[in-house]
């Protein structure tokens, strides 16, 4: 009983790697357009409460959502501000810059959501069905 001695080798395909581990130009590119697009909902629908009378509970938010134009400054700030964090982020630890932009998205999701819960009841009243 004699054995052949067969070895397979297995092969894997090489992987782009990015300069910044997982986060690629076109991931950065991808997730701060989608913040930006939250970020852009937060104001439209906080300016739109506002409106409506309602009040920012945010004490930190609550003198600069008065004024929409430094409200649009502060978030295109915070924008600009995430890619270099996201990058420094992503080469010193994998997988974090991701990880920073997912959580981003999540929270902004959630304030969209609060305030859509807000909107949403006034314009029922308003238009009933």
Sequence with gaps: ??????????????????????????????????????????????????????????????GVVASPILH????????VMVIPVALTAEGRVRGSGVILYAALIVMYTVVIINNATVILPHIMRTFPG
């Design 1 to 62: 009983m004699a054995t052949t001695g067969v070895v397979r080798e297995v092969r894997k395909c090489p992987q782009k790697k990015s300069l910044f581990g997982e986060l690629t130009v076109w991931h950065v590119i991808i997730f701060t357009s989608i913040l930006a697009f939250l970020f852009l909902l937060d104001i439209l629908t906080t300016q739109v409460i506002l409106r409506m009378g309602g009040v920012e509970l945010n004490p930190v938010m609550a």
């Design 72 to 79: 649009v400054i502060l978030k295109y700030g915070v924008l």
